[in-house]
């Protein structure tokens, strides 16, 4: 498919001859989001292309595969629901307002920053996408304009793509706003969100009573509380504590942005799996993710203590973001929250449980506990961040 057939955003250059073509899920400020389906790559084909042998250095001593070509993705991973292998391509393009070296360096740098961040939440055990590579191509390298028979498309002139793994499942957004409408069967399922097809549904040409339509939409519109929406809340709970623990700030932390990969939708699954579901939740984008020191709890240095406050704030200013965005999305969400912050509390619980076994044969005693004091304080400094919003704290 030539660059003049496509309908919106061109794709990457290394995508724009591509067959199937990528679909293109999302679009951001800062990046765009494509589907990438590369079954039709033969194995016998990737031979042709070099092994993934170069890496990108992406920081703190951590690297990422170095993609060429399309091809060395053939043999890396495989959709066993529907026995293809799906890519996501998460794309930062070429900026025209900023100058070309700072466009550059932003858009080089972010997608590392990205991938450092993906790879060192993996490596902790945190469930997030897999980084399969990082390929940076533009539309210089002379294939592009092969394939666009001599023009170059503007739109696709660079790019800084990430290629993550494909996350089979919905958001926890969805998740909960479909276990809110019980009328709504699996198969009848589009995506959008239930407070919009109410809104939709309302009869645009009855004004008179647009305020009562209004009141009565958002009566219909409440969030579901039962077992599995509340051990959905209280994992979330936990996950976000790890992540945390291991340094990672996500910087935006949604219910879009948290993906459920074993969804229960009717009453029916609920009465098999009541006592034995556990709920497979993934993080994603981490576009705005930022890294700082593990927690630790075993040195007395007051520089160590006072960078261990300033994580405080930011882990904090994550939380109120997550806070805001179920109470604004989900309305009557409040017990769901209460969840999260006793999974986010239990799981600092735990490793101080840990420190405790650890440490009892040597009887060291100074550690234990500490951990749940490094929650208290997150928790403490969250109360600090309600009364003056989403700003940081930067003097006192």
């Known amino acids: 498919m030539s660059t003049s057939e496509w309908f919106g955003p061109s794709p990457p250059p290394e995508l724009i001859s591509h067959e199937p073509p990528p679909k293109l899920l999302s679009q951001g400020a800062e990046a765009r989001v494509w589907l990438v389906d590369i079954s039709s790559i033969r194995n016998d084909d990737a031979t042709d292309a070099p092994p993934i042998k170069a890496n990108v250095s992406v920081g703190s001593g ?20 529907n026995n293809k292998m799906i890519f996501i391509c998460k794309e930062r393009f070429s900026k025209k307002y900023r100058h070309p070296q700072l466009d550059v360096s932003l858009t080089k740098s972010r997608t590392k920053a990205e991938a450092r961040c993906l790879i060192r939440c993996k490596k902790a055990d945190v469930p997030c996408p897999t980084v399969f590579g990082i390929g940076q191509w533009s539309a210089s390298d002379g294939k592009v304009g092969e394939r666009n028979s001599g023009t170059t498309n503007p739109a696709a002139a660079s790019s800084s793509c990430l290629f993550l793994e494909h996350i089979n499942g919905c958001t926890i957004r969805h998740y909960f706003e479909e276990r809110s409408n019980p009328a709504t069967e699996k198969s009848e399922l589009t995506g959008e969100p239930h407070a919009k097809r109410a809104r939709c549904e309302e009869d645009p040409s009855d004004s008179a009573n647009s305020d009562t339509n209004q009141a009565q939409v958002q009566d219909r519109i409440t969030t579901k509380i039962d077992s599995h929406t509340l051990v959905v ?10 992540m945390h623990a291991a340094g990672i700030i996500h910087g935006d932390l949604t219910t879009s942005n948290i993906m459920l990969r074993n969804p229960s939708w009717t009453s029916a699954e609920d009465n098999d799996n009541n006592s034995s579901w556990e709920p497979q939740l993934v993080l994603i984008d981490f576009g705005l993710a930022t890294s700082t020191a593990p927690v630790q709890v075993n040195n007395n240095n007051n520089n160590k203590q006072n960078k261990q406050q300033h994580n405080a704030e930011d882990k904090a ?4 973001v997550l806070e805001r965005a179920f109470l604004s999305t989900h309305p009557e969400s409040e017990m769901l929250v209460e969840q999260v912050w006793k999974g986010y509390q239990s799981h600092y619980q735990g490793m101080d449980d840990e420190s405790e076994m650890k440490t009892e044969d040597v009887g060291d005693t100074n550690s234990i506990g500490a951990y749940s004091c490094v929650a208290n304080s997150v928790m403490n400094r969250l109360e600090q961040v309600r009364l003056r919003g989403r700003k940081r704290e930067y003097f006192g």
Do not use: E, R
């Open 62 to 81: 951590i690297n990422a595969p170095k993609l060429y070509s399309l091809s060395q993705l053939s043999s890396v991973s495989k959709d066993t629901d």
């Open 233 to 242: 809340a209280h994992t979330l709970g936990t996950l976000v504590a790890k």
């Open 317 to 320: 200013v994550d939380l109120y």
